[in-house]
């Protein structure tokens, strides 16, 4: 490896690293602005020695230099706390929910992709046509549409009028269809409308001229060589829209009672739980530094110039 | 000797939102077999218009109204035809004016070559792709074509990468090479290298050149025959060196009282 690789790689992870850091006393500083937990725990009757007995056991007592070390040192050892309202370890709570996540982002962005990239790629080879503006109109309307409202309207079509799929919970893959549904429709649009967008710059550009007078067949011209130009941007946004919805997709979980993240961190919030939420922020901060790292690889896999 | 391109009474109009334009008005030009001819003009005169509708690279809004391009015995364009798809690569090589940039960043020179070489010659093996890869960069004068194969484009100087793109469209053998503006982003050096390669090819491989340039004198240096466009007409066609030393249209002579000179 050159040593200016070695370099800018170092200063990559470093600049990294600082984010994560930025965001985890971030997290600790909003879990302390959120008032006294002793008061939710206890209800606002309690008297004032139990609460400071509480807050003794919590180290709530301690100078918060204190706490944030020691906060410090849990992050990095995985040791995320103890839930307030669930008396059970933050991490392991996390990882219970992880699984349903995963399947909801998995199954919303698999279909955002396959819908968008191609409804992208056809605005922009047919630039200026009915084609073109009605895949804008339709990128346009579905990330201005509120998820909340659109799953509902799902519910109540699906699932309340026709009765062919569950309206909300988890449990069968039929339970998946409508939460997922509802989750890939705004990263839909912003692959669509970002794939035309790129794909246009790319089409442009004078290599395709030239792959064209070469005598290249169209689809390979457009597959081959516009679209793995314009690739990046896309790639860049669907690795960070999945860490978006990873570290939660609140809306949809909640209209589906879907026992993901983004349920933990609503009750988390409702409960002022927060060495949970706490939890469940630093959870999110690390799979963003770590998604970012992936775009970092898959940029320099797909360009030479950045290697 | 044998007629490589025709272009007889070629006329074309590009719709715009307010109205039409006349891009190419009744044009007639013929290049032979080993022939170089120059089409000059200035900015908007329609060369750069000549030389995409032999390939079939016209915009959406542009229409061929009258007229008819013959490649070889094969007439390939006329009003409401397009066959062009039959030529481009294979019979027409096309060199373009910003040839670094028609280069694919993200590919290797060698995927490159090797994809225009399986586009075009039926059934070629890998060791036949590596074999006429190595031999189109040695003609053009590239010293280590092994090195230059193994480089994606960022990698090679501007003049390199002009040669690579001009062995790109004369791998597949084509009979005729057109080069739209190809020397324009170059230094004086690079071009006259260029322009020296240019010659070479014409006479090794017998080809015909339409070299298309806003620029007189090296048109005049380089071309056998020239043809003066302007507003979309040829004004004045002939061998290279009469159309310069004699010229009989108003408009050429003006062209030729543009160039600076010493005295």
Known sequence: MKASTVRRVGGRLASLFASLLIALSLAFLLGRLSGDPTATILGPMAPPEQREALRHQLGLDLPVVVQYLDYLKGVFTGDLGQSLQFYQSNTSMIADRLPYTLQLVGAGMALALLVGVPLGVLAATREGTWWDRGASTLALLGQSVPVFWFGMMLVVLFAVKLGWLPAGQSGSPRHLILPALTMSVYPMAHIARLTRASMSDALAEPYIDSARARGISTRRVVWRHAFTNAMMPILTIVVLQTGILLSGAVAVEYVYSWPGLGQLALQAIQFRDFPLVQAIVVFGALVFVLLNLLVDVLHSIVDPRVR | ?263
């Not at chain 2, 364009?77 to 028609?102: E, K």
């Not at chain 2, 006429?132 to 090679?156: F, K, N, T, W």
């Not at chain 2, 007409?233 to 050429?252: I, K």
């Open chain 2, 1 to 263: 000797m044998s007629v490589l391109l025709k272009l007889s009474g070629l006329s074309i109009t590009a719709r715009l939102a307010d109205g039409e334009l006349t891009l190419l008005d009744d044009v007639d030009l013929e290049i032979r077999r080993g022939q170089i001819v120059g089409v000059v003009g200035e900015s908007g005169s329609g060369k750069t218009t000549l030389a995409r509708a032999v390939v079939g690279l016209l915009d959406r809004n542009v229409r061929v109204d009258r007229g008819t391009v013959t490649v070889g015995d094969e007439q390939v364009v006329a009003p409401g035809v397009d066959r062009t798809a039959r030529v481009r690569g294979s019979a027409v090589g096309m060199v373009f004016q910003d040839a670094s940039r028609s280069l694919n960043p993200l590919l290797k020179v060698r995927t490159q070559l090797a994809e225009v070489l399986r586009r075009h010659v039926r059934d070629i093996t890998r060791a036949e792709v590596e074999r006429r890869s190595v031999e189109v960069l040695a003609q053009m004068r590239i010293d280590d074509p092994g090195r230059v194969l193994a480089s994606y484009p960022h990698q090679l100087s501007g003049g390199l990468r002009q040669r690579v793109a001009i062995g790109l469209a004369v791998v597949t053998r084509p009979a005729l090479v057109i080069a739209d503006e190809c020397t324009t982003a170059l230094d004086v050096t690079t071009q006259t290298k260029v322009v020296d390669l240019f010659r070479t090819l014409v006479d090794e491989l017998g080809i015909g050149l339409l070299f298309v340039t806003h620029d007189l004198m090296l048109a005049s240096d380089l071309c056998d025959r020239i043809a003066v466009m302007s507003g979309g007409r040829v004004v004045e066609q002939g061998d290279a060196l009469t159309v310069l030393d004699r010229p009989q249209q108003e408009y050429t002579r003006r062209l030729l009282a543009a160039i600076p000179s010493w005295s």
